[in-house]
C-alpha cells in the first residue's frame, strides 16, 4: 500500500486536471477494500491515509492546478505571481468573488507600489473615475510625473492637450502601449501586472485589453501630482474641489488646456483674495498674463492697502512695482495722507529686514530710520526708492506730530521738507490757496469707513474744517453725503482744534471736492463717485453746507472718500 500511494506523487504532475482531496478520496475506498481482504493490515493503512491526507492537504495550498491558475486570470493564462500565491495560502477553501482590476495608476513606470490610501493622488483620481465610468475598462493611458493614469472616452476629450494627444496617438498605432519594448511588471492591489509588447494588460483579476500609451512630458515646477489628479478628476466630475486654489492647479489647468476649469479657478481665486493671498495672486496672474486676476488683485489693493496689508507681515511680499503703481492710483482709500507715508516706511522697513517674522511695533520702524547717521535719500540704495515717495501727496500732511515725525526719521533731504513745509506754510497765510495743476492727483484726502446708519468726521486742511457726514435716507439702501464748514464755535469741533491749530476767519472759501464712494454688490467692489464739484462755503448756516450726493442701493461696509482742493482762483 505504501508503494502504491508513494508512486502516485501529484507534486510531481502539477498540470493534472483532478483535485488532491478527489484523490484522497479514492484511495480512501481503494484501502477499504484492501483491509477487507487484509484485516492484519488495517492498522498500518489507515495510519497511511492519514498521513497522505496531510501531505494532500499542505500540496493543495502550495501546488494549485494551472487550469484553475487559468480561470482566475482571465484571458491572459500566464502563471501567477508569488503575492498571489502566498495570499491564496491564507484565503479559506472557497475562492474570493471577483473584484474589479486595480487602476494602472497604481505603479509607476518604474515598477514601485504606490500605497493605496485616500492622501494617494493617483488613487484618489482612480476611485472617482471609476465611479464615474462604472469600473469600465480605460481607453487611454496618460504616463506623467512618474505615474499612469486611466483615462476614457468621452471624458479625455475635456483636455484639448490630451485629447490632442488621443487623437495622434491612435493614427499611428506605432505608439501604443503594446509597441512599447521590453515588458514592465506593476503591483496592482493583491496581484501583479505586466505590461506586455503584445498588448495584453494581464492580472489575476481581469485585464485591460489594448489601452494607447500617452506620454506627456510635465517638467513644470508648479505642477504636483495632487493638482495633476485634482484636473482629471474635473474632467469626470465637474463638482470636484481641491484642497486650495493656487498656482498649482491654475497652471495644471493652463497646462492641459482646461479651459472651464481655468475660468473656476481664476473665479475661486478672485474671490478668496486677502492681506495673505494678494501678492501671490497677483504674481501669479503676472506670470500666466490673467488680465482678470491681476486686475482684481490690484483693485484689492486699491481698497485695503492701508487699512489691511499695511499692518501685517504679508506687506512685504508687495513688488516695488505693484506698490508704486498703487500709491498713483487716484482710488485708493486712506484716512488721510500720512497713513500712506507710513506704509511706506513700513514697507521698506521690512526690506531691510528680512528676518522679522511679525510687523515690528511703529516705535521699533521709525527708530530704524532715525537711527541712520545720513539721509535715506541722498545714499545710492535709497535713491532707488524715491519714487515711492514722490507719489505720496506730502502736501496733505499737516497735522503737527506727524510732520515732526516726518523730520525725526531722516528720510528726506532737506530740499524736499523745505518745499513742503513752505508751501503749507503759504497755504496758511494765504488763506487756503493751492497751487493746484491736477485735482486727480494733487487733491488732499480724507477717508472714512460707513459701518452703520451714520457716520461723521472732523477734518482740517490750512485752518478750514468740515465736518464730513454720511446717514442712511429713511428705511431704503440709499444714503446721503455732503460736507458742512465748521465755525470756530461749533461744538463738533474738537477743544484741541481751536487752541492749538491755525484757523482761518476767512468769510468765504472756494473749494473743489469730490465725494467718492466705494461697496461691495454682488460680490464684486463698485464705485460711485460725485465728480469734481465746485462750491463756495461761508460761516452761515445757508452757506456752509455741501450739496447732497445720494447712492442708492449701497451696500455696507462701504467705503467713502472725500477729496478736498482750495483753488487760489
Known sequence: MRRILRGYDVRK????????????????????????????????CLACVCRFSYEAAQTDRTHK???????????????????????????????????????????????LCASHTSANPEHVFYIVSQQVVQDACPDAVLESLGS?????????????????????????????????????????????????????????????????LLPLN???????????????????????????????VLCTATLLRLPQLEQRCLKEMISSISFSTVCDFHRVSCKYKQESLQQACERWLELFLVTELSHRIHLRDVTFDLLHKTLLCPRVFTSNEYEL??????????????????????????????????????????????????????????????????????????????????????????????CITDFTRQ????????????????????????????????????????MERLRHWDPALAESCRTTQPFSMRAERCVRYRIRVQSCVCGEWQERSSGELNQVFGLSKRCCRSEVFTVDGLATPALVMFSLAFPST
Not at 342 to 348: E, F, G, P, S
Open 341 to 434: 507715508f507710513r506704509t511706506v516706511l513700513y514697507w521698506i522697513y521690512l526690506q531691510f529686514n528680512t528676518g522679522e517674522h511679525t510687523l515690528p511695533s511703529h516705535s521699533t520702524i521709525t527708530g530704524f530710520f532715525c537711527r541712520a547717521t545720513e539721509v535715506f535719500l541722498e545714499q545710492p540704495l535709497g535713491q532707488t526708492y524715491a519714487p515711492l515717495f514722490q507719489a505720496l501727496r506730502l502736501h496733505g500732511i499737516t497735522e503737527r506730530e506727524h510732520m515732526e515725525e516726518m523730520q525725526k526719521v531722516n528720510v528726506f533731504p532737506h530740499s524736499w521738507l523745505y518745499v513742503a513745509f513752505s508751501n503749507l506754510v503759504h497755504s496758511i497765510h494765504s488763506g487756503g490757496n493751492m
Open 65 to 111: 492546478p494551472l487550469a484553475v491558475i487559468s480561470a482566475r486570470s482571465g484571458s491572459g493564462g500566464s502563471e501567477d505571481t508569488l503575492q498571489q500565491q502566498r495570499r491564496d495560502e491564507s484565503t479559506p477553501s472557497q475562492p474570493p468573488p471577483p473584484s474589479p482590476p486595480p487602476p494602472l495608476h497604481a505603479a509607476s513606470p518604474a515598477g
Open 148 to 212: 499612469l493614469w486611466e483615462l476614457h472616452c468621452p471624458y479625455l476629450y475635456e483636455s484639448e492637450t490630451i485629447a490632442e494627444l488621443y487623437r495622434n496617438s491612435t493614427k499611428q498605432r506605432h505608439t501604443p502601449l503594446q509597441d512599447r519594448t521590453g515588458e514592465k511588471r506593476v503591483r496592482r492591489g493583491g496581484g501583479e501586472m505586466r505590461l506586455r509588447q503584445d498588448g495584453g494588460t494581464e492580472t489575476s483579476r481581469g485585464s485591460l485589453t489594448h489601452p494607447v
Open 443 to 482: 487733491a488732499v484726502r480724507f477717508g472714512m469707513t460707513i459701518t452703520g446708519e451714520h457716520c461723521t468726521r472732523t477734518v482740517g486742511l490750512y485752518g478750514f474744517y468740515f465736518l464730513l457726514k454720511a446717514s442712511r435716507v429713511g428705511e431704503s439702501g440709499a444714503f446721503a453725503f455732503s
Open 13 to 44: 504532475k502539477p498540470g493534472i486536471n483532478t483535485y488532491p482531496g478527489d484523490i484522497v478520496a479514492m484511495v480512501t475506498g481503494l484501502a477499504l477494500k484492501l483491509c477487507v481482504s487484509a484485516q492484519t493490515h488495517l492498522t498500518s
Open 218 to 248: 510635465i517638467n513644470h515646477p508648479s505642477v504636483t501630482k495632487e493638482s495633476l489628479s485634482f484636473a482629471l478628476r474635473s474632467m469626470y466630475r465637474r463638482d470636484e474641489c481641491p484642497d486650495e486654489w493656487c498656482e498649482a
